[in-house]
C-alpha cells in the first residue's frame, strides 16, 4: 500500500536562509507521481511543485526545488532565499500510476507547519 | 481560468442536522474529488467522480455520506444527521484524466464545517 511519511511536525527558518522538508514515501509501483502543496492557515492547498518517477532530472519551480532520491525513495522539498509568506503547513502527497488501477487520486503525509522568522 | 470554488466555506450546524456542500471544479476537468481533513492532518481521500460516475469511495465516507456530480459539472457533497466526529475540512479538487501525473491537481478554498 501506498504510504507518506513526513517525520517533522515543525520548522524554523530564519528569512532569506533556504530550509528543507523531508518527505519519504513507499509504493510498490513504479509508475508515481510526487507533489507538494503549501496550506497556508486560509486552508486553501496550493500546489508548489511536482515530480515524476521517470523524470530524469530534480524539478525546480522559481524558489522550490524537489531533492528527488529515488532508491531512497525521498522526495525533500527545498526552499530557497525562505520569505515571511512562506510560513504554512506544507504537505507532500503522492499518485501511483495507471497499472495499478489509480484513479489519480493523492495520498498525503501528515504535513510540516513551517515557520519563518525575520 | 477560475478554480476550483466551493460553498460555503463555513458551516456552523447542530448535531443531526444535514448539510450540503457544493463544489464546482475547473470547468475543463473531468476529474473529481472530495477529501477531508481534520485539524493537524493531512487531506484524506473521500470519494472520486469521473465525469458523473462515481467511480471510487473510501470506507471513510459513511452511509451518512453522499456526494453526486449529476451532469459531470458540479458536484454536492451531502452529510446527513452530522455528528460533532464530522467537523472538519472538506476539501474539493479536480484534474484532468490522463498520466503522467502532470495532470495537477488542483484544490477549492475548502469548507469548513463544525457541528455543535
Known amino acids: 500500500a501506498q504510504k507518506i511519511t513526513q517525520t517533522q511536525p515543525g520548522m524554523f527558518v530564519q528569512e532569506k536562509e533556504a530550509v528543507t522538508l523531508d518527505c519519504t514515501y513507499d509504493t510498490s509501483d513504479p509508475s508515481y507521481g510526487l507533489f507538494w502543496y503549501k496550506q497556508p492557515s486560509s486552508g486553501e492547498m496550493i500546489f508548489l511543485i511536482y515530480q515524476g518517477s521517470y523524470d530524469q532530472q530534480n524539478a525546480t519551480e522559481g524558489r522550490y526545488s524537489l531533492n528527488f532520491q529515488k532508491a531512497r525513495k525521498s522526495a525533500n522539498l527545498v526552499i530557497s532565499a525562505s520569505q515571511l509568506g512562506d510560513s504554512a503547513m506544507y504537505f507532500c502527497?503522492?499518485?501511483?500510476?495507471?497499472?495499478?488501477?489509480?484513479?489519480?487520486?493523492?495520498?498525503f503525509g501528515q504535513g510540516t507547519t513551517l515557520q519563518v522568522k525575520p | 481560468d477560475t478554480g476550483v470554488s466551493q460553498d460555503p466555506r463555513h458551516k456552523i450546524t447542530k448535531r443531526g442536522q444535514n448539510v450540503t456542500f457544493r463544489c464546482d471544479p475547473i470547468s475543463e476537468h473531468n476529474r473529481l474529488y472530495w477529501y477531508r481533513q481534520t485539524l493537524g492532518q493531512g487531506p484524506e481521500f473521500l470519494t472520486y467522480f469521473q465525469n458523473e460516475a462515481q467511480l471510487e469511495k473510501s470506507r471513510l465516507l459513511s452511509d451518512r455520506f453522499s456526494a453526486e456530480r449529476p451532469k459531470g459539472s458540479f458536484s454536492t457533497l451531502e452529510i446527513q444527521r452530522t455528528e460533532q466526529g464530522d467537523s472538519a475540512m472538506y476539501l474539493c479538487a479536480s484534474s484532468l484524466q490522463g498520466w503522467p501525473g502532470g495532470n495537477t491537481i488542483y484544490f477549492g478554498e475548502g469548507s469548513w464545517l463544525t457541528v455543535v
Open positions: 502527497a503522492m499518485r501511483e500510476g495507471p497499472s495499478s488501477g489509480n484513479t489519480g487520486k493523492l495520498i
